[in-house]
């Protein structure tokens, strides 16, 4: 059984910042890629960004230089570093992991529950 736990969602103003993580627990064999992505009241889920296991990243057109992705893999976690936040960034934001667990003969992508980040004055 495998678990993601999103942390770090809020209110914040616009031009604040917020940090999400997300971490993974249970029987993990590898982790490959990890992302954020997010949905808007309305809109469909997009992606925001992405790091590959050996730290490639990518972006949304819409968050570069403002935000950073970064992973952690002995802690089976993935971060979002969102600076200069503004009213448009406000979703839900979902972490994904394309893993294997022990036993499977394949990789599999997870999701988080969701973290609600708001930007409102």
């Known amino acids: 059984q495998v678990q993601l736990v999103e942390s770090g969602g809020g209110l914040v103003q616009p031009g604040g910042s917020l940090r999400l993580s997300c971490a993974a627990s249970?029987?993990?064999?590898?982790?490959?890629?990890m992302g954020w992505y997010r949905q808007a009241p309305g809109k469909q889920r997009e992606l925001v960004a992405v790091?590959?296991?050996?730290?490639?990243?990518n972006y949304a057109d819409s968050v570069k230089g403002r935000f950073t992705i970064s992973r952690d893999n002995a802690k089976n976690t993935v971060y979002l570093q969102m600076n200069s936040l503004k009213p448009e960034d406000t979703a839900v934001y979902y972490c994904?992991?394309?893993?294997?667990?022990?036993?499977?003969?394949?990789?599999?992508?997870?999701w988080g529950q969701g973290t609600q980040v708001t930007v409102s004055s």
């Open positions: 249970g029987s993990i064999r590898s982790i490959n890629a």
């Open positions: 790091i590959t296991i050996g730290g490639n990243t």
């Open positions: 994904n992991m394309n893993l294997m667990s022990w036993g499977s003969i394949s990789s599999k992508a997870y």
